[in-house]
């Protein structure tokens, strides 16, 4: 059984209501967009997990012409990603449950060429919910499709003096995260790079891991994660 305590979407839907939303920038990531020049050629077909107010999103969709379906669990998210991004024909935001486990909209938009998160798969805490993640992004994969993914690294915590109102990000290890990923994917690349925090006028600066993950050619079973 899965005993992670994720944030549920009302929850979520509070902080974006409250901006409580620390990790927020209005820039796409410097290793992030190394990778997104050196992976993808243009005009693919992206899901991205956990838009926030889209910036990856419309960057992947103004630079690249790829064509990006991005879901949130909060409505809240949802439509302040809209708000600030808009619709267009390249570039599509949807309330959506990644791991749910009935058969949806991604299914049928699948196969994508790639999956892109930033800091949303370290919010699965649990080994479970990782591996249900890893799986649920194989299947959605075209054979040989690519994740890149942007988490918070817990290897490498440096001992910083934090005000006592300012708690950690979500991090995880390499080996929790390469063990919740290698039976479904290849690591192509992984590196450690910054990863800002800001509260209120406090701004800290954690580390992260940026990786690539190319899917394996086995066939993974169409069971929806339990």
Same mark, same amino acid.
């Given at each position: 059984?899965?005993?992670?305590?994720?944030?549920?979407?009302?929850?979520?839907?509070?902080?974006?209501?409250?901006?409580?939303?620390?990790?927020?920038?209005?820039?796409?990531?410097?290793?992030?967009?190394?990778?997104?020049?050196?992976?993808?050629? !243009?005009?693919?077909?992206?899901?991205?997990? *956990?838009? *926030?107010?889209?910036?990856?999103?419309?960057?992947?969709?103004?630079?690249?012409?790829?064509?990006?379906?991005?879901?949130?669990? +909060?409505?809240?998210?949802?439509?302040?990603?809209?708000?600030?991004? *808009? @619709?267009?024909?390249?570039?599509?935001?949807?309330?959506?449950?990644?791991?749910?486990?009935?058969?949806?909209?991604?299914?049928?938009?699948?196969?994508?060429?790639?999956?892109?998160?930033?800091?949303?798969?370290?919010?699965?805490? +649990?080994?479970?919910?990782?591996?249900?993640?890893?799986?649920?992004?194989?299947?959605?994969?075209?054979?040989?499709?690519?994740?890149?993914?942007?988490?918070?690294? +817990?290897?490498?915590?440096?001992?910083?003096?934090?005000?006592?109102?300012? !708690?950690?990000?979500?991090?995880?290890?390499?080996?929790?995260?390469?063990? +919740?990923?290698?039976?479904?994917?290849?690591?192509?690349?992984?590196?450690?790079?910054?990863?800002?925090?800001?509260?209120?006028?406090?701004?800290?600066?954690?580390?992260?891991?940026?990786?690539?993950?190319?899917?394996?050619?086995?066939?993974?079973?169409?069971?929806?994660? @339990?």
């Amino acid at each position: 059984m899965d005993k992670s305590n994720r944030l549920t979407a009302e929850e979520w839907d509070t902080r974006y209501k409250e901006k409580n939303i620390p990790w927020h920038r209005e820039e796409t990531d410097s290793p992030l967009r190394e990778y997104l020049h050196s992976y993808l050629p !243009p005009q693919q077909k992206i899901l991205e997990i *956990g838009p *926030g107010l889209g910036v990856e999103a419309a960057y992947m969709a103004e630079k690249f012409c790829h064509h990006v379906t991005a879901i949130d669990i +909060s409505p809240q998210a949802i439509q302040d990603a809209i708000k600030k991004q *808009g @619709q267009t024909p390249l570039l599509d935001f949807k309330v959506l449950d990644f791991l749910h486990k009935e058969k949806n909209y991604l299914d049928e938009k699948a196969p994508f060429d790639a999956i892109f998160d930033r800091t949303c798969f370290h919010t699965f805490n +649990s080994h479970q919910s990782r591996l249900n993640f890893a799986k649920r992004a194989s299947q959605l994969l075209k054979d040989d499709g690519l994740w890149i993914s942007y988490s918070g690294n +817990s290897d490498s915590v440096i001992e910083y003096q934090y005000p006592q109102d300012f !708690p950690l990000p979500p991090m995880l290890s390499f080996q929790e995260i390469f063990s +919740s990923v290698q039976q479904y994917f290849f690591l192509l690349e992984a590196k450690r790079c910054p990863f800002i925090i800001k509260r209120g006028n406090l701004e800290k600066e954690f580390l992260a891991f940026a990786t690539v993950w190319k899917k394996k050619k086995k066939k993974v079973p169409d069971v929806y994660p @339990q």
